[in-house]
């Protein structure tokens, strides 16, 4: 017997995809700035090659009133604008791909400096990974207390992991 849908949908018992749980919200945001597919921006660097996802990133799709295609606007610094500007056609065939027909007929950049504008600061490259903390010699030694029956010397090792992640959390 099938059920109407009209609220919200009853979720699974037990855990659920991040992804399953944040495609809607994703999808709508993106939907705002005119990206009917979320995939360009969640996939860029795939889409079109680690070098230009290095020094550009979309911003927005507009869809003209005459039907011919839209225009996506990627943001980049002013010393590479001109390297982009000999790639607009091979930038337009790989979102294209990427949308499965001829969605994007014109690519407009938008210069911004590195630093220095509230609104301009584009930051093209990764954050880099925190750093670890320092390691604790006590909490190692303890760790290799409690794993130090095991024969195994991997599965040794694993524990001793684990050990040293379970003591390093704060107590409540």
Known sequence: MAQATNGPTRRMRGFERTSKLLAPRIRRAGEKRGFAVARLLTHWAEIVGEDVARIARPV??????????ATLTLLTTGANAPMLEMQKD????????????????????????????????AR????????????????????AALSG?????DLRAALEALGRNVLSRPKR
């Open 60 to 69: 927005e799709v507009k869809y003209g009133r005459e039907g011919f295609g």
């Open 149 to 153: 029956e095991v024969r195994d010397g």
């Open 90 to 121: 091979t930038i337009r065939e790989k979102v294209n791909a990427c949308y499965g027909y001829s969605a994007i007929s014109r690519i407009r950049l938008t210069q911004t400096a590195p630093t220095g504008f509230s609104e301009g600061q």
């Open 124 to 143: 093209f490259a990764p954050a880099p990974p925190p750093a670890a903390p320092a390691p604790d010699p006590q909490r190692d030694r303890k760790a």
